[in-house]
T-cell receptor
Framework: QKEVEQDPGPLSVPEGAIVSLNCTYS??????FMWYRQYSRKGPELLMY????GNKEDGRFTAQVDKSSKYISLFIRDSQPSDSATYLC????????????FGTGTLLAVQP | EPEVTQTPSHQVTQMGQEVILRCVPI?????FYWYRQILGQKVEFLVS????????KSEIFDDQFSVERPDGSNFTLKIRSTKLEDSAMYFC???????????FGPGTRLTVL
């Protein structure tokens, strides 16, 4: 079983739709959870950072973490064509190095 | 807004040659990382660095790889003898404290011919 699993998509939605992106993981030691946005051949851009379980909201973005189910989500409200990108989940157990383990990324296309 | 910078943006080299990829982390950050992403694949951890020492390295980071912080601002990744399979995007990241957000640079695309 992979440490972090993420549906690669592609996911195509109309402008204004609510987008739901998800990752599952197997390592119960993970306690820091992140969502990054990556445009083609660019560096990952941090969108959301969450510690442990719960919800976090920032503008049109909401991150949810359910540690009991080992499941994290990112919701994008009122999606825009500029949201078209690959969304990467990443997580860390913390510890001595805080290395990030990434999902494969979900390619999102928001159609105008 | 402070950001991580990387140079060069694209490096083309012949197999067996040495390359040095350079990064300038965010100025007050103390923890530094290199990741790589082979085209079409996920981002993979290579190495973490703190207080002038490697904290952790992955199995990818073999004897051909080394990292250095030669001065107060630069953080470098050296590949001594490049292989075809080293072709990838290499990302530098930094964080202010250990359990904190990691901010990524724009990446260096390494092409080994």
């Amino acid at each position: 079983q992979k440490e972090v699993e993420q549906d690669p998509g592609p996911l195509s939605v109309p402008e204004g739709a609510i987008v739901s992106l998800n990752c599952t993981y197997s390592n119960s030691a993970f306690q820091y959870f992140m969502w990054y946005r990556q445009y083609s051949r660019k560096g990952p851009e941090l969108l959301m950072y969450t510690y442990s379980s719960g919800n976090k909201e920032d503008g049109r973005f909401t991150a949810q973490v359910d540690k009991s189910s080992k499941y994290i989500s990112l919701f994008i409200r009122d999606s825009q064509p500029s949201d078209s990108a690959t969304y990467l989940c990443a997580m860390s157990a913390g510890g001595a190095t805080n290395k990030l383990i990434f999902g494969t990324g979900t390619l999102l296309a928001v159609q105008p | 807004e402070p950001e991580v910078t990387q140079t060069p943006s694209h490096q083309v080299t012949q197999m067996g040659q040495e390359v040095i990829l350079r990064c300038v982390p965010i100025s007050n950050h103390l923890y530094f990382y290199w990741y790589r992403q082979i085209l079409g694949q996920k981002v993979e951890f290579l190495v973490s660095f703190y207080n002038n020492e490697i904290s952790e390295k992955s199995e990818i980071f073999d004897d051909q790889f080394s990292v250095e912080r030669p001065d107060g601002s630069n953080f470098t990744l050296k590949i001594r003898s490049t292989k075809l399979e080293d072709s990838a995007m290499y990302f530098c990241a930094s964080s202010e404290i250990l359990a904190d957000e990691q901010f990524f640079g724009p990446g260096t695309r390494l092409t080994v011919l």
